[in-house]
């Protein structure tokens, strides 16, 4: 089957990269065709998504021209991901039988976020709607200028009417099933395949045992609703409990990185700023690390972070919200912390029940590196390609 991927970058900037440059040869090894069709340039990158497959950049120019080329190579199935060019999507859908993606919650939410800045950040469970046009400015759910929020809301509706007209809607987590089927994709046409760490492999055997000396680590872009603050006050509420002080390795940068630092300064947290990590160093940060924490303020789509870290036998805490309860089972893989609110106290506590016991502890090391066996590419590729085979072969009867 010839496959056209949509996806507006070129350029590996993500996690939607990172899953289209582990699937994208996946699919040729089954013995598929591939091309990319996508809005931004590579810019020059060196990591691009693949060298391997035709591409076609669209843009406002020539469209009838690439159209025509896209119907020479004549794709059997069109698998669209990120994208915002409408006018596009909308042939594609019209001319080939097409499957959408959902990485995030672009096509459920004006602004994306899905949660509240104010009073204090928080998930939003909110089905979208012209209620969050009303709330925008008093929750603070985006930016101030009400043109932005205008534009973003339009735009976030005629994406989400286009899903309708897809003929089968992927997502990889439980969470934005439920989600998108609140959003009103019926059940016939919305499937389940679950994610997988696109850069890591479980290890070969089960990790061995260790006591706890109380090194966390935080990984992410660093703003307000990956919930840093949170979990930097959180620190000194734990040490309290625990037969060591706790100390934290934070790996990203962000516009929060000034206030989490001066926060850390003020309650005099041992924290350690290492910017943007990656490879082998991002690995040894987790081997040395007792737990992931992931203390996001907004429902993660998945959180493949911690899988990541499961390959290694490092068990995480994070709220329970979001596709992160998908792979963090508590007392089995780490702990969780209630999310309706999340406090700083209630991720003490989960952290504090992570390594007060040294054998619990062992067990959810064990547990964490059991879990990361059960998502893999090669589980979440047969799903895809029933999905695929499917929809292609409904195609051809309605011909």
């Not at 840093?228 to 409990?241: C, D, M, V």
């Not at 989490?260 to 690390?289: H, K, Y």
């Not at 893989?333 to 609110?341: H, L, Q, R, T």
Request: aromatic letters at 6%; charged letters at 20%.
């Amino acid at each position: 089957m010839r496959i056209l991927i949509v996806h507006s970058n070129a350029a590996v900037i993500g996690g939607a990269e990172r899953y289209l440059q582990r699937a994208i040869p996946e699919l040729m090894r089954r013995g598929h065709e591939v091309a990319l069709l996508h809005e931004h340039p590579a810019g020059g990158a060196s990591d691009v998504l693949s060298d391997d497959v035709p591409m076609w950049r669209a843009g406002p120019q020539a469209l009838d021209g690439m159209a025509r080329e896209l119907a020479e190579w004549a794709p059997g199935l069109v698998y669209v991901h990120h994208w915002t060019l409408l006018r596009i999507e909308r042939a594609l859908i019209g001319s080939y039988p097409a499957i959408w993606f959902a990485h995030d919650y672009s096509r459920t939410c004006p602004t994306g976020k899905k949660c509240c800045s104010f009073p204090k950040v928080e998930p939003c469970s909110r089905r979208a709607g012209p209620a969050c046009l009303i709330l925008h400015y008093p929750r603070r759910c985006g930016g101030l200028n009400p043109i932005t929020a205008w534009a973003r809301f339009q735009l976030q509706s005629e994406q989400l009417d286009l899903v309708a007209r897809y003929r089968a809607v992927v997502a990889g987590s439980q969470h934005m099933c439920n989600e998108l089927a609140k959003h009103g994709v019926d059940s016939a046409r919305l499937h389940l395949a679950t994610l997988f760490p696109p850069e890591s492999h479980p290890d070969s055997s089960p990790p061995v045992m260790r006591q706890p000396t109380g090194k966390l680590l935080m990984v992410g872009r660093l703003v307000d609703v990956k919930g840093g603050r949170n979990l930097i006050e959180a620190l000194p509420l734990a040490s309290a409990r625990l037969p060591y002080r706790l100390s934290l390795t934070i790996a990203g940068s962000g516009p929060e990185e000034a206030q989490l630092r001066t926060l850390a300064v003020s309650i005099g947290a041992e924290i350690n700023f290492v910017g943007w990590v990656e490879g082998p160093r991002m690995d040894s940060l987790m081997r040395e690390a007792d737990l992931l924490a992931m203390p996001s303020l907004w429902p993660e789509p998945f959180g493949l972070a911690g899988l990541e870290a499961g390959c290694v036998g490092l068990p995480s805490v994070a709220y329970a919200s979001g596709g992160v309860v998908d792979w963090l089972i508590a007392g089995e893989s780490g702990e969780v912390a209630p999310a309706d609110p999340p406090t700083p106290a209630g991720l003490a506590d989960a952290i504090v029940r992570a390594l007060a016991e040294p054998s619990h502890y062992q067990r959810l090391r064990h547990g964490a590196w059991e879990m990361s066996k059960r998502f893999t590419i090669e589980a979440h590729m047969d799903k895809l390609a029933s999905i695929m085979e499917r929809v292609a072969h409904d195609a051809r009867v309605c011909v």
